[in-house]
């Protein structure tokens, strides 16, 4: 396959070769004298902020850049074993999407080997938050990806999918999906020597009346292409993963470090193992701030719920709150020692039992009150700078009753958790 890098508008060739068991990904350069290749792994990411906006590894012989959207394909289409020859410092642009790779792989065939996956399954929760930016791992028993876009001041606005990686869904609804750039970044972008093979053919840029000289392949590609991208990313952990990958607004430098987060975990599995997943999140739906405030009706200063993540079948709710250091609550508790006290913890948590409830169509409207608590346990501080990831479930539900157990999370690691019961009256 041969094609224009979309960064340095050179043009570069792929050859794909078949690899035996336990190879792995391997890339290496063809115009390279004596190179030698090197695994697709987070250990080999070249530094993000050096080439922001792309991913890129590297060994002591060469750099290959821009290959998130073959990896993305290859990791969707479980190719666990594969050389890839370049000859150029970056893989084709293409059209901007992993579909051109996808055919090229399915028409070359894809072969099971006589050795067993190993196939990783994530125990604990890892939560990471950078200005503004997030993105979580849940336990699952299957890949899923879900993404929030949000550019508020602009024509795309806000953008919200969610889907199970398989090969047939990956083909279907997310590999088609292009680069995109707003039309007013396309200059600033220049200037910094990016995007360089960039043109309408194999880039999204997107006006003030949608995309330019082009047209949408689905109306939320935006954010779909976001998942591609983070499914990428993904295969530098080195093997398949079961766990529920949630990104807000994230890019390739934070989806990398999660990427360490995990190979942390997956390492620190094999030397000692870890408890069993704490719960397996099935996603359905995702609330902002606005949306929280339409169904519940706490206000500031005693809304502590920052973003629903998911609401699964009225069953399970997850939530996140980020603990800052300018909460009221500090200014007394305690001074020079700032703790979050640990009933707004548990209020937290009855907000989103609340949402939870308040989302069935029968209750919408109405108030959720809080009636009794019980099996409280805090075995965390909770101080400025952390984040609370919590979570909820129906143990028991009536027509205007409930019981539901709350757990929340803190770096991985439970820091309460209780049974609340709730009734729903008239507003």
Known sequence: MEGVGLHTGKTSRCVFKPCPANSGILFVRSDVP????????????????????RTSIRNEKFHIHTIEHLLSALFALEIDNILVEVSGEECPGLDGSSAPFCELLRAAGIRDLPEPREVFHLREPIYISENGSQII?????????????????????????????????????????????????????????LGLGSDYTNTLVIGRDGPIHNSYRFS?????????????????????????????????????????????????????????????????????????????????????????????????????????????????????????????????MAQLAGVLMLSKKENRGKLAIFMAIDRVKFRKVVRPGDQLLMQVDVVKLRSRAGQIAGKTFVDGKIAAEATLMFTVVDS
């Open 220 to 348: 939320d590609e935006p954010v779909r292409h976001k998942i591609a991208d983070l499914i990428g990313d993904l295969a530098l952990i080195g093997g398949p993963l079961c766990a529920h990958v949630i990104g807000i607004r994230s890019g390739h430098a934070l989806n990398t470090r999660l990427i360490r987060k995990i190979k942390e975990a997956r390492t620190k599995e094999k030397l000692a193992g870890v408890p069993a997943a704490s719960f397996i999140p099935v996603p359905d739906r995702n609330l902002d701030i606005e949306n929280i405030q339409q169904v519940i009706p706490h206000r500031f200063p005693f809304l502590l719920i920052d973003r629903v993540l998911e609401i699964h079948e009225d069953r399970r709710a997850v939530g996140v709150k980020n603990v800052t250091a300018n909460e009221w609550f500090f200014e007394g508790h305690f001074p020079g020692r700032p703790v979050m006290p640990g009933v707004l913890i548990i209020e937290a």
């Open 34 to 53: 004596d190179a030698w290749p090197v695994r697709a792994e987070i250990d080999n990411l070249v530094d993000i902020e050096r080439f922001p906006r």
């Open 137 to 193: 791992a849940l336990p699952s028993n299957s890949l899923r990806v879900s993404y929030t876009l949000d550019y508020p001041k602009t024509v795309l606005k806000s953008q919200y999918a969610s889907f199970p990686i398989t090969p047939e869904t990956y083909e279907r609804e997310l590999a088609p999906a292009r680069t995109f750039c707003l039309e007013e970044e396309v200059e600033r972008l220049r200037a910094l020597g």
